[in-house]
């Protein structure tokens, strides 16, 4: 037999997942699968004498009549049904989320002959078991669904290089490729190292586009304080979201996830705010940080007038980016005024107060790789410029 994928390993492996659908209305002619559909032959139509039918039963009469009816109706349709053919269902279908759709079936094994729907699937229930962010998930499915519409119902050991290659130029823009890239890279390793029903990587010598990092847009401090007062105006939890990205440097996934146990201000004017993330992956973005006099204040107002419960703020992420421009645009501020730029502006700050390369590496949770080097050197830049 063939073994299963390590996703149903890890949950002991003796059942495979099914998927459960509704059931539908039956139709008037049911039958189970395979089993012939036949017609009566010869209904009768039962004569009754009208010289016999007393008015008890003219009433037997009708309903004799109508069941005679409903015999002649059903065998009518079972003749009907004779000249179709049946037509056998798929076994399961996979949309391009990777998601299994119509009736309930097992999911087959992975082996390295697996078309691409069904490998697309059990990487999805991996990711999802290991918790990693819905986005992440979407993004990888969206690529890999366009790759195997590029490429057909294809094997997994007959994809080459050469599809790799033809896939990633289909686009015109570094960003796209790659996007595409990082989630062949991420689907084919799941397959190799997780999986091992491959031993060849067709993403390998494939290297990504280099992407100059954009100049951070950032907000003076004119532009801030405006920023802040206009925040006030509006309510204490507007104002309060803006102080989190702008005088903390807090990303939006991350304004969206604190909780309000993660807040100290038993210290009256010496409040401080944890970072705390409950994936392992990233405990070393974990920090701690403090806030000025004026945001106690302003959180016990929010915890009164809110009451919020698990998270301190309860909103979508598409939300919090209406509210920054809402904000920006009430305060007259001629920028495109994203989370992101108020983190810039948070950063460009901290390097104005003397934070290094080091520093703003620890102070924003990011790793010290190259790549986050290059980008805290920016603000570096900035505030020299300043």
Do not use: C
Not at 57 to 69: D, I, K, T, Y
Not at 134 to 153: C, H, Q, R, V, W
Request: net charge positive.
């Amino acid at each position: 037999m063939p073994r299963p994928p390590a996703s149903a390993r890890k949950s002991g492996g003796a059942t495979r997942p099914r998927l459960v659908t509704t059931e539908t209305e039956a139709s008037p002619v049911t039958k189970t699968e395979n089993e012939a559909i036949e017609a009566p032959e010869n209904v009768p139509t039962p004569l009754f004498p009208v010289e016999e039918i007393s008015p008890a039963g003219a009433v037997a009469q009708e309903e004799r009549a109508a069941v005679s009816a409903f015999q002649r109706g059903k065998a009518q349709a079972a003749a009907q049904a004779k000249t179709v053919r049946a037509i056998q269902p798929q076994l399961f279908s996979i949309n391009s989320k990777g998601e299994l759709i119509s009736p309930a079936a097992e999911i087959p094994a992975l082996n390295s002959s697996s078309p691409l729907d069904v490998a697309r699937w059990w990487f999805r229930s991996h990711l999802e078991q290991l918790n990693r962010p819905k986005n992440t998930i979407a993004s990888y499915m969206y690529d890999l669904a366009g790759f195997e519409e590029y490429t057909g119902p294809t094997a997994l050991d007959k994809v080459t290089s050469g599809d790799v290659a033809a896939y990633l130029a289909q686009s015109q823009k570094k960003s796209t490729r790659k996007r595409r890239l990082t989630s062949l890279g991420a689907f084919f390793k799941y397959l190799i190292q997780t999986e091992k029903i491959l031993d060849r990587d067709p993403t390998d010598n494939f290297f990504a586009d280099y992407i100059p990092l954009k100049t951070p847009v950032v907000l003076n401090q004119r532009e801030q304080e405006a920023l802040l007062e206009t925040a006030t105006q509006e309510n204490i939890r507007t104002f309060l979201m803006i102080y989190f990205m702008v005088k903390l440097g807090f990303t939006r996934t991350e304004l969206l996830a604190i909780q309000p146990e993660h807040i100290d201000v038993s210290d009256g004017p010496n409040p401080v705010v944890y970072v705390s993330y409950d994936d392992k992956r990233w405990l070393k973005k974990e920090r701690k940080l403090t806030a000025t006099p004026d945001f106690t204040q302003a959180f016990q107002r929010y915890i009164e007038t809110f009451q919020p419960s698990r998270k301190l703020f309860e909103m979508l992420p598409q939300s919090v980016n209406k509210l920054v421009e809402r904000v920006a645009r009430d305060a007259e501020i001629n920028k495109k005024v994203t989370p992101q730029s108020l983190r810039d502006t948070f950063a460009v700050e901290e390097a104005r107060n003397g934070a290094n390369t080091i520093d703003l590496l620890k102070i924003l949770g990011l790793a010290p790789d190259p790549r986050n080097r290059m980008s805290v050197e920016r603000y570096l830049k900035l505030a020299v410029a300043a």
